[in-house]
Structure formats: structure tokens, C-alpha cells
């Protein structure tokens, strides 16, 4: 996650969270060979995730374990998208049809809770803390 979120309804970042048979280490590779990224190490205690950089050095995604804090996220790319009120967008999320896959969890400088549309797919909303 960037330190400087972009303004309430922009995407602020994006994961590939890795679970099931694959790793975090097998999916970083292919997406270096496949797209030229390099990626610098995150330490999460017990593992590594990974911070996914372009050519010319700018941080595009991170690639992450379905472990710690993500150990209940499907494999997918999750989007974050930041918001003005992340309480305001579950009550929303969930009076409009949807629902929340992860309740609201602190992440360096903000808070993130990952909620699925009315069609099923996966997104996060992010708030950043002052």
C-alpha cells in the first residue's frame, strides 16, 4: 500500500493474494518473466510478501500469501479503492446487496475491509488513519 492513498473513489493499490496449491515465491516469478517486474521483499514476521515494481522503478502491486491477516482471501487480484468513511461503505455495501468477506483490518497508515458485490466479485475499501 502507497503511503499517499489517491482521493476517495480512485484505486489506491492492488494485491495478488496466492493461496491454494501455488506460493506467493512461484506467482512473483511468472509475473517478473511474463511482465518484466522486479520486486523488493515485505517482512511479515514468519514469511515474505513481495512489493512488485516496474522497469523504471515505480511500485505497481504486491503479490502476498493467503496467510497472517490474508489467510482467508481467495486467490484473486484485490483491488483497493479508497473511500472517505470505510464504515459508511460497509452499511452501504451491505443495504445494497452485497457482503462483507473481511471485516475492517489495520494496514501501515489506514484500514482496509474486503467486501463482495452483488454479482460476487471481491474488492477491498481503504481508509487512511491520521
Known sequence: M????????????VDLTVGGE???????????QVVGWTHE??????YQDFCMQSSDGQVV??????????AD?????LV?????DIQ???????ASGGQVVKPIAKVGGGQFAVLKDP????????QAVS
Open 41 to 46: 521483499p515485505v517482512d511479515m514476521g514468519d
Open 2 to 13: 502507497t503511503d499517499q492513498p489517491n482521493p476517495p473513489g480512485n484505486i489506491s493499490w
Open 73 to 77: 482471501l481467495p486467490t484473486t487480484w
Open 22 to 32: 501455488s506460493n506467493a515465491e512461484e506467482v512473483r516469478d511468472f509475473y517478473q
Open 119 to 126: 454479482a460476487g466479485a471481491v474488492f477491498a475499501v481503504y
Open 61 to 70: 502491486a504486491g503479490i502476498c500469501h493467503a496467510q497472517g491477516a490474508n
Open 88 to 94: 459508511a461503505s460497509i452499511a452501504k455495501c451491505q
Open 80 to 84: 483497493y479503492i479508497t473511500v472517505a
